[in-house]
Every structure is written in structure tokens, then in C-alpha cells.
């Protein structure tokens, strides 16, 4: 069992360290173009803060949707008025909790990235 046991997290940092391996190259050529280190890390920090918004975007109002309506069949079979409440501060706290997780996860693949050289990651195998 991993360290990272809820699936959303292992899949984003496997996403991570996948894209950061398969872009050596990339980051090789960028390197020797004059980018520096502090640069090559945003890189790997945008491109988590990218995957999480759009899970953010997607999951806010699906799960609203599906909570109502699970709430909703819940309340009617038990004989209740379904009332669905929605708390705003709750969905941002998690919200930021979850940029805050997917910036956390990217700090190896982002600490590797910057710490590369140049020259191995341009060599022709």
C-alpha cells in the first residue's frame, strides 16, 4: 500500500513524476537556453496547480449535484422535508486544501527538475 492512499493524490503524483521524467529533454534545452533553476521549478509547480483547478472545477459542482441528490432520495425515504444546505466557506477551505496538497506533492518532482544538469539530459543514448 502507498504512502498516498486516497487514489486522486497517488494519481497526481504519479502524473508528476511521469511528467517530469518524460520531459528531461525539454528541461535539458531550457536549461541551456538561460532558464534557471527557480523557473524550471514553477514549471512543475504550474503544471500542478493546473491539474487541481481543473479538478476543483469539475468535482465543485458535481459533487454539489450528486450530494443534493443523494441527500434528497435519502430525506424522502425516510420521511423528511429534503432541505439540501451548501456551505460556501467549507467548499473553499477545501478547495485550497486541495491546491494546497497538489503544490506539496510537486516539491520532489519540482526539487529534481531544478537540480538536473544540463549536458546527461541532452545526451543521445
Sequence with gaps: MSLLSPPPLRTLADLL???AA???TES???MTLGMVRRQLAAIVFWQATTVAMAGI???IPLGIAAGQATWRAFAVSVGLVPVPVVQAWLIGALA???LLAANALATVPAVTTARSRPG???RVE
Design 96 to 98: 485550497a486544501g486541495a
Design 28 to 30: 535539458g534545452l531550457l
Design 57 to 59: 472545477a469539475a468535482g
Design 17 to 19: 513524476v511521469v511528467s
Design 120 to 122: 546527461p539530459l541532452l
Design 22 to 24: 518524460r520531459r528531461r
